[in-house]
Structure formats: structure tokens, C-alpha cells
């Protein structure tokens, strides 16, 4: 199975725009989404099928994709925006699902 | 609104089987692929398996494939993961989580998550 390739960790000020970015071969044909998940508590999805934002997600929140990379744009980060961030994409085989390592956002 | 509430985790030894069952509402059932997925302490997500919505397929992880099995109850709602041989590497939350697409498998978002079980392999 393919891997998906994130930065382990990424700082923001209040109020500014952060991009988290998301690299992997499966990109190529699959769509990324992408997760929100705080100390203690279950996933939530932010983004799938690479723009698209669930019912009760901030428009802050917007996805992008670019050859092998798909990110997640936070414009305008709140001090609740602070938490890990995952990527998800159907691996190169189809059958399967990959997860990217996660990135740690701190919101300053 | 959609539930899904994992049980049946718990302390088990290296070796050992361990059932977790994961009861869904407020949904039908029976229109949705289901997926599990863990969560080591301290690390990240890692896909396990996914069913599809008439239990007609199934699809492992590698780390698990050969010793856990997926499997669902539509009439009851219910999901299960059946896990055996355990190891100390597969002590994680485990989350069921819905796949985003009714009757069809997009294996590429999960829109609702349960609140996980926690399975401990230790002696």
C-alpha cells in the first residue's frame, strides 16, 4: 500500500492562514480529506473529496490539490482550530485506505 | 442523529481473542460501508478494515490481515471486529467509523466516527 507524507508539526498566529500539506503517489488519481481530532476525542471530518466541507464546518476551512499533494487551507485560525490534522485517500490499490502521519497545529 | 458506540475492549494477553462490537443508530445501517480504524497511544490513525454495506466484501490492513475479521449484523445494527493472536503493537482505540457514500465505498472519507474502545495487549 501507498504511504501519505505529512509535516509533524506547524504553528500559526491568531487570526492568520496556515496550509497543511499532504503528499503521497495515490493523490494522483484519489481525492484527499481530511480530519480534525483534539486531545481525548474521536476524528471529525473537515474536508473530503477535496474541497467539499460537511454540514457545521467553518468556511475557513478549504481544501486544495496539486499532482501528489493535497492541503488544507485554515483561513483566519481560531485558537479552537488548534489540534491534529490527518489526510486520508483510497491507496494505489484502490481497495485500501491510507492515512497520513498527522500534523500537530498550535495556534500562538 | 447518526451513533455509532464501540464496546468490548478491555485488558486481554499476548495471544488472546478479543470481540469489539460497535452498535449504530440514528442511520440505515444497511446503505453503508463501515470501516475500523485504530489509534496507538501517542500516534496516529491507522486503518484496519472496511465491510461493505451488504457484508458482501471486506478489505484488511496489512498489519492486521490474517488475524482480525470484520464482520456486520444489519438486522441488529451491529458491526463487530474479531481479533485474535493479539500482539502488544495492536494496544490502540479502536474507532468504527461510517463511509461517506450509501450503497457505494468511496474508501476515501469516513463522515462519522464513534468514540472509540480501547484495547490493551499486555501480560
Known amino acids: 500500500s501507498s504511504e501519505l507524507t505529512q509535516d509533524p508539526a506547524a504553528s500559526v498566529a491568531l487570526g492568520q492562514t496556515v496550509r497543511i500539506t499532504c503528499q503521497g503517489d495515490s493523490l494522483r488519481t484519489y481525492y484527499a480529506s481530511w480530519y480534525q481530532q483534539k486531545p481525548g476525542q474521536a476524528p471529525i471530518l473537515v474536508i473530503y473529496?477535496?474541497?467539499i466541507r460537511p454540514s457545521g464546518i467553518p468556511d475557513r476551512f478549504s481544501g486544495s490539490n496539486s499532482g501528489n499533494t493535497a492541503s488544507l487551507t485554515i483561513t483566519g485560525a481560531q485558537a479552537e482550530d488548534e489540534a491534529a490534522y490527518y489526510c486520508n485517500s483510497r491507496d494505489s490499490s484502490g481497495n485500501h485506505v491510507v492515512f497520513g502521519g498527522g500534523t500537530k497545529l498550535t495556534v500562538l | 442523529q447518526v451513533q455509532l458506540v464501540e464496546s468490548g475492549g478491555g485488558v486481554v494477553q499476548p495471544g488472546r481473542s478479543l470481540r469489539l462490537s460497535c452498535a449504530a443508530s440514528g442511520f440505515t445501517f444497511s446503505s453503508y460501508g463501515m470501516h475500523w480504524v485504530r489509534q496507538a497511544p501517542g500516534k496516529g490513525l491507522e486503518w484496519v478494515a472496511v465491510i461493505w454495506y451488504d457484508g458482501s466484501n471486506k478489505f484488511y490492513g496489512d498489519s492486521v490481515n490474517g488475524r482480525f475479521y470484520i464482520s456486520r449484523d444489519n438486522s441488529k445494527n451491529m458491526l463487530y471486529l474479531q481479533m485474535d493472536s493479539l500482539r502488544a503493537d495492536d494496544t490502540a482505540v479502536y474507532y468504527c467509523?461510517?463511509?461517506?457514500?450509501?450503497?457505494?465505498?468511496?474508501?476515501?472519507?469516513?463522515?462519522?466516527w464513534g468514540q472509540g474502545s480501547l484495547v490493551t495487549v499486555s501480560s
Open positions: 467509523a461510517r463511509d461517506g457514500l450509501q450503497w457505494l465505498l468511496s474508501l476515501s472519507y469516513f463522515d462519522n
Open positions: 473529496n477535496k474541497n
